[in-house]
């Protein structure tokens, strides 16, 4: 890879059967704020956040994976990546019109089907009056309720051939395979692994999908400032009726500290915060045994069988045979 | 900028009066780590670096700034830095034979004065037995003593005129102006500014130079996990003796929780956490004045007159002439 | 002191000026629960106190010291109370009818004229449905918005001489003195001390009064579960408009964290976390002076003269000649 | 009860068939502080500690409890104590000599067999030179390594009759039952019961015994100031090769968060932060099922069978019969 050509993992749209309740859990529990609303979409976006929205919420018959949104580094490195994507086959052509920001080129994963664009030119958040803050450096004020979500930080999709997928990732857009995860030491065969285009452990998650529904979505996350954060959400996500899923624990890949829980629309979402920082182009990828704490940083759980769940839900059987160990 | 050139901060080399004194405090209470030693330098990391050092104890007269390290995106990129430099006047030329990289293109700061390097072949450090974590992504252990000091965070520099060395940074190498300070809304005189290369609020800080020094250094930053770390160390720091100048606190630029305090040779250390993220390639400078919040987020103390010092020192009535509005 | 005659600080009567406004900030900013208005008074408590009301805010000409509550081990000890109080000459008789609370018997303190009052029976709060929680040791649900204040920690008032109070709480009613401040460490004058009948570092402050106004009060004091809490509430409060006049900061004494603002009534306020347990009936008082973090634990910044403003507002002249060594 | 007895929960004494190992842990990695030697035994302390000793460790053939040590409130509850265990029966006599304390006076719980003793005089830890801290007001420097665990907490015992225990210590000494679980909401079975003499949640825990072997212990645990010194601590744990048992995580009893493991000898170990708080002497006890999150606040994971286990150890079937609903 010559140059970087991603700067920044811009935006998730995720498919609720029952969009009104999401959105209404999305901003009255997790705190994400609602940027505007066009046909069957909704907007949001955490506090922290200067673009338009981070998050779209569409109305679709089940949960599931809209589609994934990258910012270039420019608008040179815009037209390499199309370049680059046209020529590996995976291309799907301009989609123009999108909320929030300029042309976008769209693509496919070869082998998780996943549904992306990158863009170049995008628009930012214009805080009404009585939502701006005293800090000039803020796009609007800290909230005052709910969980003040503060940043989109990765998606976690699946795929019918994880190393391959990362190496195409890699390859044709310089995503960093930063580490993965074999079910034993003597074993190459990957069953988790995180990529990232900026220096955080991830933005982007893969899991297996044993099934052949194709273009599927394991859960989207969002950061906290501080991991004292993340007791504070599942306080306030437990005393709003809302069950936590797992955590929350810490993953030993990229020391990140998670809770996980559904929205009213069925799909997982996890809370997270506290990582590694890595900023090397060279970066060598780490490889994982679950027994080393890979999915469980203090090594005395197990990820409950529903966490295997990947969405739209393909048949119970097949997602249940899942070699467990991602996170 | 067509292409983003550097990959990050590498390493600050710091003068000191009193090395032996200096390296016993910063492994002994800051828990940095000593990878080697080579004449009149020792070379120390934070435990969770993956390169050989951060950190350079050079003997020296009076504390002071040696040079500041960047690595380069990759080869080609350094390529293209080194001829900007050349082209700019201020190259200085190739220095061989540093300890934990490759060759290095020098050059310096046309208004500030300080040695710079950029590089990109890199040493990585290897633990040796008795210190290798359980986890395989991290370096080394996790340190059980001591303020277990992560990650090498800023340095801040003098500059005789701080917007024109801004510029100077941006349009040469590219780093991003994110914030800076003006003495009154109604005024363009820049007394502090923040560039950074990465995702953080900086990774170089500027502030002004009354002097005719030059190449002068005010402090350098090391950052840890959680702001509740910073608690922690201050109390270690003042267990161990040493006075605390300034903080625990928050500054509004860049919302960094820091600490301020002198290693025995005499250099100002900041410890920070807890920061914005921001992975905009376009973003537009934010300007604040000093009322608003920008040494301090709680607006409800002033910097004491010691953290104007910078180093080596001059005369102090000049010193303090300074407009006191940088952190 | 042969038993144990107090189990708790229970509630604190301030006057405002302007009792909307400080109702509506004392629920709207920092979370306080209402009970039940009687009269011109509104009765407030902390989201996890199980008490009818922790705060009487009562409308008056200026900000200021109402009563003080505290509640006895038993009616045994309640029946020894009011003797000892009896035989001291400080009794003031019974108080009867009050709002959460049976029988009281009030008194004054000898040399800071501030009104107290001691009481057995208690009336507990009831949440209504929709504030119930969901874990049973809960009186009400987490609050998800504002700061969620969570329990009165201890008030601090004004006397002219502090050391002889400081005797009389002691030995009349079994206050422990817990630390105190000199000026100097040759100097047995006392300017702030600590006294306890728990295992917090103090539920009773007291400062210098160097007026003749009596009964005057420095601040009320509600405690956050973690440190870190105070951080998120120096936001919210700097986001709402609220100047924060000391903190967030350190005491030495207690090994408290704190922040200190105003309401809109002009009172000062408290938020503090964090502190040492002591369940020592035999504790020997711990002098402190100045120099060693009595205040400042950080011992680099001072108190702004502000903070010696104790309610209601004596002439200017007087306060500010007050030996300023208190928090 | 009329009148307090009891002030706190003064010291554990527990046996370790590997007690020079059992003493290096808990010095070297967990941060407590030797005080003397004596005999079979070691004392030690949490660095916040004003007596002589919180933890005593002797040797014995299988790990186990000494005994329990129980300060009173003076003198007088002193006599008052040791005429009401008389009275009951399960007074043991005068027990001369022990170290760190004047006279105690033995007894046994009717249906736990533990040992306890309860005593008035006590002796203070006296830092030396080295080891003074710059703050008047605490016993010794904050340690710059390990865990710095700062004061004992509670003991967890078992009994063959949980509630008839309980209202015996309650009728007795005074302790206050706080919280309990039964298995359904239906049943008044109580299969975990937490009693306090303090404001905290707990400072006895009682879990069901199976066995016959009496006088048995869960664990003993220690207090650090913030939840998130835990995570810290479980850090540093796992890095020095000691397997985390449960946790971290919170339990809703108590709103404790815990993290459980063992010592060399075998003995659990749990370091807990974070609790309610409560001062109420005629205190109704809270009734829980495990469904509500007894023993795991976030209700989404199971006590491993490893945590059943109390010691000595009785034959495992009989111990994992029993029905898992304490913490």
Redesign the interface.
Known sequence: ????LL??LAHVEILSPRPRETVEFLTG?LGLVESSRRGQSVFLRGW?E?FHHSLQVTEGETPGLGHIGW?A??P??LETAVARLQESGQGQGWHEGSAGHGPAYRYRAPHGGQLHEVFWEVERYRAPAGMR?????RPQ??P???IATR?LDHVTVASRDIMADCLWYRDVLGHRLM?WTAPAADSDHCVFAMLSV??RSHDLGIVPDMSSVGGRINHVAF?L????DL?RA???L????V????????H????I?YVYFREPGGMRIELNS?T???????WEP???TPE??SNV?????QF?TSMFETFPLAQAPEEHAATGVFH
Chains 1, 2, 3, 4 share one sequence.
Not at 1 to 4: H, L
Not at 252 to 255: H, I, P, S, V
Not at 276 to 282: G, H, K, L, V
Not at 297 to 301: Q, S
Request: hydrophobic letters at 25%; proline letters at 5%; aromatic letters at 12%.
């Open positions: 890879m010559s140059q970087k700067s920044q529990v922290s200067f910012r580094m420019g040179e490195q803050s005293t800090f000039p450096n004020r800290h005052d309720r709910g940043y580490e900026c220096e950061w400032d501080q991991r004292e007791r599942s306080d306030l437990l005393e709003s009726g069950a936590i899923e797992f955590g929350p624990g810490r030993g890949m990229g020391e500290d506290g590694i920082r890595n900023y090397e182009p060279d780490v490889k994982w080393q704490g940083f203090y090594r005395n759980v409950p």
